[in-house]
């Protein structure tokens, strides 16, 4: 029999009414729990939430980030890294010294990130656990790399590729791998503050491998096996398989290995059979009589090309024999260079004289052993201090008296250069070139012309000039054991030089000079120079 809603109330209104209204809470419980799931605010943080251990759940951003930088300070004093790489040796480093700072905002933002829908109901009946986010440290970048590159200094090997050596016999060598700290990691870590940290390392294979090693020295065994026969200009040079392993040499290509030929090792052992066809090549010169120049013409030179030669070898002809290749080589300067720098005959020379065999002559003559044949290209700028070189004990210069900076005599190393100095500058100063820089001596020495003279010494002072005419100067430096002499050689080119030299008073009772020229080219006026000195008195004779 079916009973129907009405007949159900008439029996039982009370059991009725009470289900009504607990169904209707139920509805309104699931509304309300609805709507407070699908409206939670993304102003505020999430219920159960925290930061380094704050409840931050229904705060703002801003009030959780001035709650968590209450509590913010690291905890961990000193951060130890440890691990097999670094031997037994950890690296430990204060925390401070790392500069920590909370890195609030984007702990703030992990934090906000909202649950799944189920998450959420749980959340809002109780049923959820506190969901705890991380608080990391942004760190020093300075000290940080710091930190990694010396860790990494320590660390860090590199990989040994696999190689072919090519001894008595060709093998392959395997090679070993590397390793490297993953510093990214690290500094990842480094930013939890831990107060351990394992250090990470990551291996780094060969860059070439065993099995590459291997496959080429095959091929090079195969390529030596027979030997070969180099045949040119009507010689044969028979290199057996020992001989062309001695020439062999395993260059790397990225991840593969070359085979090659030396070029120096193929040419010492050709050279027994085909020396005798060699030559080197021979610049042009100068030869000077009296005041005129004679070019001495330059010879050409004959080589082997062992570069061709290798390359025919690695190529494995079936015969076994391969050419010989010949080529001429030219000189640094031929013929024609040499008759183009217009260097004629004498067009200055200057010589001072000194008194016989005290230590400073043998600076002097080695100096100007130095300079003769040297050339000043047309527009060259000339140095002294460049041309001569340091002056020192093991290039053979000696201590001689020279003037120090208190307007003393003391002994120094290349003492007597500055006559060297003075005779070159005098030099350049009656050929017409521009003198650039030049310093007399801070007292008159008598052997000298008055003003017209120059010092120089290693850092300074200096003499430098400039050959400003079209054509090279040659430099002739001649001693005797009491003069030398510097003569310059070029084309005349109409140069001519008046000087003149008048004594004006110095310091102290001490002489002065005005020294001055005027330098024609032909007719006209190519430069006028002028300079004025005043000389210290001389340092007391010793008692």
Partial sequence: ??????????????????????????????????????????????????????????MTPDEARRAVALVAEPETKEITIAGPALDGQPVTVPTAVLAPSPA????????????????????????????????????????????????????NQPPRPARVVAGQNIRAVPGQPGQRVRTQVLERRLARLA????????????????????????????????????SGAGRNARLTAADLRSTLEFPRSGDTIQIAVNDQALSSELAPTFSSLLSEPRSAGFRITGETVQVVPSKNGR??????????????????????????????????DAEAMGIRRQVSTFTTNFACCPPRVTNI??????????????????????????????????????????????DAVGGGVSQV???????????????????????YIARYPLGREAT????????VFVNDWPAAVLISATTTDTSITISFYSSPLGRSVESETVEIPGNDGAPGARYSRTVFEGD????????????????????
């Fill in 303 to 336: 080589e082997l090309r062992t570069a061709p030669i290798g390359e025919a070898i690695l190529r494995n002809p079936p015969s076994g024999r391969v050419p010989a290749r010949f080529q001429v080589v030219e000189p640094d300067r031929t013929t024609a």
């Fill in 456 to 463: 120089v010494s290693w850092g300074g002072p200096e003499l």
């Fill in 365 to 410: 003559k080695l100096a100007a052993s130095v300079l003769d044949g040297q050339i000043i290209p047309a527009g060259g700028r000339f140095s002294l201090n460049e041309a001569l070189g340091e002056r020192t004990e093991d290039r053979g210069f000696v201590a001689a008296p020279q003037i120090s900076e208190n307007n003393m005599l003391e």
């Fill in 104 to 155: 609030l905002d984007p702990a703030i933002e992990q934090a906000m990130a909202q649950r799944g829908w189920w998450g959420r109901v749980r959340t809002e009946l109780g049923f959820g656990e506190t969901r705890e986010v991380p608080l990391r440290y942004d760190l020093g970048p300075g000290a940080v790399k710091s930190l990694t590159r010396e860790i990494s200094s320590r660390v």
């Fill in 195 to 230: 107060p351990r940290i394992q250090l990470p390392v990551a291996e780094v294979p060969p860059p070439v491998s065993v099995e590459e090693a291997k496959r080429v020295a095959a091929q090079a065994r195969e390529l030596v096996r027979g030997g070969v026969t180099v």
């Fill in 421 to 443: 100095a003075t005779t070159i500058f005098n030099a350049a100063w009656f050929a017409g070139l521009q003198i650039e820089t030049h310093m007399p001596h801070t007292f």
């Fill in 1 to 58: 029999m079916r009973r129907t809603a009405a007949k159900i109330w008439r029996e039982h209104p009370a059991a009725v009414t009470l289900s009504g209204i607990a169904g209707v809470l139920v509805l309104i419980a699931l509304a309300v729990l609805t709507w407070r799931v699908a409206d939670t605010g993304d102003d505020r943080i999430p219920p159960n939430v925290a930061i380094a251990g704050v409840e931050v759940g229904g």
């Fill in 524 to 543: 006209s006026v190519k430069r006028e120079d002028s300079y004025t000195w005043a000389y210290d008195p001389p340092p007391p004779a010793e008692s």
